[in-house]
């Protein structure tokens, strides 16, 4: 079983920055699909932006310019910056890890963004 472990989420004023990491188990990382996934209460899970094994990215357009997806194959974690962050951001940020047909999913950290 892959573990996914996220860490970095917390409380910013609008206009802030955060960053968050998620470090997954097992050697199947690299192969891998990554993902940051968000959910706001009463709203359904969104992708907010993926990134493929071989470097390549989507992205929500709502996230469009602000925030940014990378890895580091050799830690086996994946990043989310977010900067210029704004109150319809805060949600609860998944990571995911996607290889062929499965799909594995973090527990999740909260982002609130509030003045």
């Known amino acids: 079983q892959v573990q996914l472990v996220e860490s970095g989420g917390g409380l910013v004023q609008p206009g802030g920055s955060l960053r968050l990491s998620c470090v997954a188990s097992g050697n199947i990382f690299s192969s891998a699909t990554m993902g940051w996934y968000r959910q706001a209460p009463g709203k359904q899970r969104e992708l907010v932006l993926s990134?493929?094994?071989?470097?390549?990215?989507n992205a929500a357009d709502s996230v469009k310019g602000r925030f940014t997806i990378s890895r580091d194959n050799a830690k086996n974690t994946v990043y989310l910056q977010m900067n210029s962050l704004k109150p319809e951001d805060t949600a609860v940020y998944y990571c995911s890890l996607r290889l062929r047909t499965i799909n594995y999913w973090g527990q999740g950290t909260q982002v609130t963004v509030s003045s």
């Open positions: 990134i493929s094994s071989g470097g390549g990215t």
